[in-house]
């Protein structure tokens, strides 16, 4: 699974850093996910493309709601609870 940074998920949407950020408030894009230190992040490379797909469809913000939940979900589906 490829990672992609803030600047190359930004690239791939179109969107700046304030209105992305915003979507993912609004539960219209995944949260990042942490990969390394306090401020490293970054975004799977196939729900950047799940979510860029479901837009150019047309799909309403309900509809990518819950594709985004679903995102959230398959993350943790089947991994090993770390203590």
Not at 26 to 38: H, V
Request: no cysteine; charged share 30%; proline share 6%.
């Amino acid at each position: 699974m490829r990672i992609l940074r803030p600047n190359e998920t930004l690239n791939r949407t179109g969107d700046t850093r304030s209105p992305h950020y915003d979507k993912v408030a609004k539960g219209l894009f995944t949260r990042p996910i942490k990969i390394g230190g306090e401020r490293a992040a970054g975004w799977p490379e196939h729900e950047v493309e799940a979510i860029n797909a479901a837009r150019v469809a047309g799909a309403s913000e309900d509809q990518i709601r819950r594709l985004v939940e679903k995102l959230h979900e398959q993350r943790t589906a089947g991994m090993p609870v770390l203590a």
